[in-house]
């Protein structure tokens, strides 16, 4: 049963141009989201996080957006740049709640920024 | 800093053989952990070491597979008689500390093929 969910497998923008990219989950018990980018034949690269005490992380052209009413987050990239092109995986813990370290992914949504 | 380095980073072996995989994690990063990325799927996290002893090893699919870290340094995951199904990606991270701001730090993977 998956607890984090990326619903749209990919995602073309603009250069120039704002990404969105979301992600749901469903266990209450998260209390700390991740974004990872990965590249071809690379390991997933931390970008940004968000504690469930916040609403909103900023870092440079990323932003990270969490709505817990609505077990929602999201990633934002402004402006969106060819290099950013890569496979985005969204992330959670229950670590505070539970004790455990384990990450919960989603299934990852390939954005392509066009020049 | 080298980072977290995998070997191999490709394996094809047939089914009921057995297969190996080493990580070495950054130098002086207590904290190891393996996860599996299956075709088109999350990654799904398999163990958590915290140096030679396991944390949490409530993703172990089943007795075919066996982590060991001895020494707290590098670690093998081996899959003893391998099935279709183990068929993925094997990502290991690691991270200095247990916490949440700590965080991961991926290899490139592992490509294990079982045919």
């Known amino acids: 049963d998956q607890q984090v969910k990326q619903n749209s497998p990919s995602l073309s923008v603009q250069e120039g141009r704002i990404s969105i990219l979301n992600c749901d989950y469903t266990?209450?018990?998260?209390?700390?989201f991740l974004w990872y980018k990965k590249y071809p034949a690379e390991g997933p690269t931390f970008l940004i996080s968000?504690?469930?005490?916040?609403d909103k992380n900023e870092d440079g052209r990323f932003t990270v957006f969490l709505n817990k009413s609505a077990k929602h987050l999201s990633l934002h990239i402004v402006p969106s740049q060819p290099g950013d092109s890569a496979v985005y995986f969204c992330?959670?813990?229950?670590?505070?709640?539970?004790?455990?370290?384990?990450?919960?992914f989603g299934t990852g949504t390939r954005l392509t920024v066009i020049p | 800093e080298a980072g977290v380095t995998q070997f191999p980073s490709h394996s094809v072996i047939e089914k009921g053989q057995t297969v190996t995989l080493r990580c070495d994690p950054i130098?002086?990063?207590?904290?190891l952990y393996w996860y599996r990325r299956v075709m088109g799927k999350e990654i799904k996290f398999l163990l958590h070491?915290?140096?030679?002893?396991?944390?949490?090893e409530s993703g172990m699919p089943n007795n075919r597979f066996l982590a060991e870290r001895t020494g707290g340094t590098y670690s093998t995951l081996k899959v003893q008689p391998a099935e279709l199904e183990d068929s993925g990606v094997y990502f290991c991270?690691?991270?200095?500390?247990?916490?949440?701001?700590?965080?991961?730090?991926f290899g490139n993977g592992t490509r294990l093929t079982v045919t």
């Open positions: 991270a690691s991270s200095q500390a247990t916490g949440l701001t700590s965080p991961l730090h």
């Open positions: 266990n209450s018990m998260f209390d700390y």
């Open positions: 968000i504690s469930s005490i916040k």
């Open positions: 992330a959670a813990s229950a670590r505070v709640a539970t004790g455990a370290n384990n990450l919960f």
């Open positions: 130098s002086g990063h207590d904290n």
């Open positions: 070491f915290v140096k030679e002893s396991k944390q949490d």
